[in-house]
């Protein structure tokens, strides 16, 4: 349709603009013919007329006359030119239509054209020479001659306009018949472009309904097979419902399953870690107990020695108590969380483990840049920094030089930070990776089980939300000289909103 369009606007806008060039190619020339008739007339007939009568003198009869003649032969050149311009031809789409449709009206025969033409050339020519001749006698005084001769003038000029008529009355005939051609050719492409547009137009008709029918045959095979598929579908899910419901229930018989090996393997884990804890505790007691029966035995017990000792006795014993608390309830979902300072946490436990770090001679520095707040749980942090303080005294046993332990408690992006260094000579690089893992360990079973600090890393990531390593460092642990050694790092939030994932 929009082909259709587009051809039929540039055929018609071609058959108008030819039937303009070739309107103006016919009137055109006709004027000039016309404007030749009336000079002849009324420069070269009528001078002459009043030369006869004396109306006029030959002097301005010379000059009318010769003014006529140029007038003439400008007007009939430019009408040569006209009928031969190739601009006044017909395009090459006019043309090509009226092949295609055999449309031809040409009446008259450009031969007589050509005849005519060259007939009023010849007389233009014979009559220009009589009228000079005529003038040249007229001002010699030859009347009788000039009469004679102006006589054959008139009857050239009646015989040249009667040429001109009948050039006039073929370049007339000629554009009647291209206007006939023009007409012709215009109807026939308007009935071929209306027969087109009405064809496209049933085409596009069918076509649609085609369409529509092709797509609701379509939409039904698909509605089909979307139905088959739901019913598939429908089918795999009933028997997919059931298998998970089977699959439920043997998950629920296995989790019950694992749920009592967890309960035993908590219960073993909690008694390993309350041995492990209770180990210190009972070690300091026994040395509070030898150091009665010394100083009995050396005549210097005092009544204050008896009452510190005592404290210190009862302050382990309240620890060990507070041990299986903590790891009652290490293991219960209900715990409750408090704000505490670091500096006192970490103070305590250097407290229950002061007996051990006195019987080894190890020189314990707690540094602190920030008394720092967090949010957790008070007890196990303290269990941590004990299980971290035991492997460094036992790292520490076999070195012969001093023993030094530095705690350093500090802030760093927004969390509390415990470095604990220790110049032991820190671990081996191949076990490093291994040390958090559960029931690893290096040392005797009757000195360890393996699962202090992979608790430690439990209570600190799980419990407390943060993040615990360890690695090997050289630190300034007396203020002097680098020594080599183990440093363990833990990160805790200070952000009270953070809560551990229990």
């Known amino acids: 349709m929009v082909s259709i369009i587009i051809l039929s606007q540039i055929s018609i806008y071609t058959l108008k603009n030819d039937f303009d060039i070739l309107f103006e190619k016919r009137t055109k020339p006709i004027i000039k013919l016309e404007k030749i008739k009336d000079t002849y007339k009324i420069n070269i007939y009528d001078t002459l007329y009043d030369i006869q009568k004396n109306n006029i003198t030959i002097k301005q009869s010379k000059e009318i006359i010769f003014l ?106 000629l554009a009647i018949s291209e206007r006939r051609e023009t007409l012709k050719t215009f109807s026939t492409l308007t009935t071929i472009l209306n027969i087109s547009i009405v064809f496209v137009f049933l085409f596009s008709i069918i076509l649609s309904i085609l369409l529509i029918n092709n797509f609701r045959k379509l939409h039904f095979r698909l509605e089909d097979a979307v139905d088959e598929k739901t019913k598939e579908l429908q089918e795999l899910n009933d028997y997919l419902e ?10 629920r018989k296995k989790d019950l399953i694992m749920f009592q090996q967890s309960k035993l393997a908590s219960l073993g884990e909690m008694l390993g870690n309350i041995a492990h804890q209770w180990r210190q505790p009972l070690g300091s007691l026994m040395m509070i107990i030898q150091s009665f029966q010394t100083k009995m035995e050396l005549g210097k017990l005092s009544f204050e020695f008896v009452e510190q000792k005592t404290n210190d006795a009862i302050l382990l014993a309240e620890n060990m108590s507070n041990t299986l608390e903590d790891f009652q309830n290490f293991f219960s979902p209900n715990k409750d969380k408090s704000n505490f300072g670091v500096k006192d946490c970490v103070k305590h436990s250097i407290e229950l483990s002061k007996y051990i770090l006195e019987k080894e001679s190890i020189n314990l520095r707690l540094i602190v840049e920030k008394d720092l707040q967090i949010y957790g749980f008070y007890n196990e942090l303290s269990h941590v920094i004990l299980n971290i303080i035991s492997n460094s005294k036992d790292a520490l046993k076999n070195k012969e030089k001093e023993r030094f332990i530095k705690i350093v408690i500090k802030e760093h992006n927004n969390n509390a930070r415990i470095n604990i260094y220790d110049n032991g000579g820190g671990i081996d690089e191949t076990i ?71």
């Open 68 to 173: 006529g003649q140029q007038l003439i032969n400008k007007n009939w050149n430019s009408y040569l030119k006209t009928s031969k311009d190739a601009n006044f031809e017909k395009s090459y789409v006019t043309r090509k239509i009226n092949e295609l449709f055999g449309v031809t009206y040409h009446s008259t025969s450009q031969i007589l054209q050509e005849s005519i033409i060259s007939n009023i050339d010849n007389k233009i020519l014979e009559l220009h020479r009589k009228i000079q001749r005529a003038v040249k006698l007229l001002e010699d005084g030859k009347v009788e001659e000039t009469s004679s001769l102006i006589n054959e003038i008139y009857f050239e000029i009646n015989s040249i306009n009667i040429y001109i008529t009948n050039l006039s009355n073929y370049d007339l005939n």
């Open 242 to 251: 059931i298998k998970i419901q089977k699959e439920v229930a043997n998950s």
């Open 432 to 502: 490093l990776p291994q040390i958090f893992e559960p029931y690893y360990t290096t040392k005797y079973k009757s000195a360890g089980t393996g699962i202090g600090l992979y608790m430690s890393k439990q209570i600190i990531e799980r419990h407390m939300n943060g993040n615990i390593k360890c690695k090997n460092v050289f630190n300034k642990i007396d203020g002097y000289n680098l020594e080599h050694g183990a440093l363990f790092i833990i990160d805790i939030p200070l952000d009270k909103n953070i809560e551990g994932i229990d």
